[in-house]
């Protein structure tokens, strides 16, 4: 077996819930300390990409422990919660951490090429939800028959909702080019866990999420 696939030992230590954990202690710290901490925190963890060709590389990872407001960290520590901790179960810890931390990486890598040659060097990015669209995406391979309900009305699919917000996404990419919101980045946390899959697991997420 080669290294690219060896397996980890199985254990599943909760580390969803140490993510959100951090998430939501960075994020009080910063309403709580406030004025300088907050400044000094944004430009030290955020992605900057005037900042990254400074030699500031390890925001590739610190940048999705940020977020910019209460509904920016609610609604992505919630889908965190209830994608997450499935995933986690049926990957283990160990492979979940990777998972999480490389394709959020990959994301942040993707977006920092991409706003560095349209010229959009002192963005600052944020936010966990490149890596969060790959939570989402293997959930969706993992458990294609799952149901979710949107906005708790609406049920979908696993696949359904996955596929669909990443078409949204795309097409969001393209016309809401002044949007606060990183759509790249999520697509790339999308791409970045397809490729994982593929490559890690040798499962093509196409054949699961349509069933053939």
């Given at each position: 077996?080669?290294?690219?696939?060896?397996?980890?030992?199985y254990r599943n230590d909760g580390v969803v819930y140490w993510l959100i954990g951090i998430?939501?202690?960075?994020?009080a710290s910063m309403m709580l300390l406030g004025g300088d901490?907050?400044?000094f925190l944004t430009v030290r963890m955020s992605m900057i990409p005037a900042a990254v060709t400074h030699g500031w590389v390890?925001?590739?990872?610190t940048y999705m422990f940020m977020h910019g407001g209460f509904s920016h960290i609610l609604f992505n520590m919630f889908g965190l919660f209830i994608f997450g901790t499935n995933v986690e179960?049926?990957?283990?810890?160990?492979?979940?951490?990777?998972?999480?931390?490389?394709?959020?990486?990959?994301?942040?890598?993707?977006?920092?090429?991409?706003?560095?040659?349209?010229g959009n060097y002192m963005?600052?990015?944020m936010g966990a939800s490149g890596a969060l669209f790959a939570v989402e995406l293997a959930y969706?391979?993992?458990?294609?028959d799952a149901i979710i309900y949107i906005w708790g009305i609406l049920p979908l699919r696993a696949p359904v909702m996955v596929l669909g917000?990443?078409?949204l996404e795309l097409i969001l990419s393209l016309t809401a080019r002044n949007s606060n919101v990183a759509h790249l980045t999520h697509l790339a946390g999308f791409g970045a866990g397809w490729l994982y899959f593929l490559i890690r697991f040798g499962i093509n997420p196409w054949r699961r999420l349509t069933g053939r």
């Open positions: 077996m080669s290294v690219i696939r060896r397996p980890f030992k998430n939501v202690l960075i994020f901490f907050r400044h390890w925001t590739f990872v179960r049926q990957m283990g810890s160990r492979e979940f951490l990777l998972y999480y931390i490389l394709t959020g990486t990959i994301a942040g890598i993707f977006s920092f090429v991409v706003y560095y040659y349209t963005v600052a990015l969706a391979v993992f458990f294609p917000f990443t078409g």
